[in-house]
């Protein structure tokens, strides 16, 4: 992976976590709130 200091490197970063974030929030619309219950179980019931 070749990156250029300077401003390059840093446009380039956004663009990939703005991708990530988008590909992640599509990936996990779906299951978001089975996600979010699930962290909001408390460790007992997790650990039954």
Known sequence: MNIKPGSDSRESVTVHWCSCLYCFQRASSNNW???????STPAQEKNT
């Open 33 to 39: 709130m089975q996600y979010a219950r699930r962290m």
